[in-house]
């Protein structure tokens, strides 16, 4: 079983750090860190739905849909982050100096 998202799910995960949730292991990953004592019937569905999704019980995309609503619940959910200037590679040679 292919357990990539066909698209990322973007959740701010704290002030300025954005986590790119690609998988499905990246969604379980995301769940089981969330802090004991903010987890609710929300985090306890979303994270049932991504283990029956491991298991190949549910579709891969409702694990996706899951975590997004999660997200949205939670008001972490971000849009796909837009390209900074320092993550496209420089055309003129990236940086080396001839000798």
Known sequence: MNANFKRPVYLKERE?????????????????????????????????????????????????DAIRAFGNKKGILMKQPAVQAWMIKSPTGGGRVSA
């Open 16 to 64: 300025g750090l954005i986590c790119e949730i690609f998988s499905l292991a990246d969604a379980i990953d995301f769940l089981e860190s969330w802090p004991e004592k903010d987890r609710d019937l929300v985090h306890e569905a979303t994270l049932k739905t991504c283990y029956m999704a491991h298991d190949g019980h549910k579709p891969l995309e409702v694990a996706r």
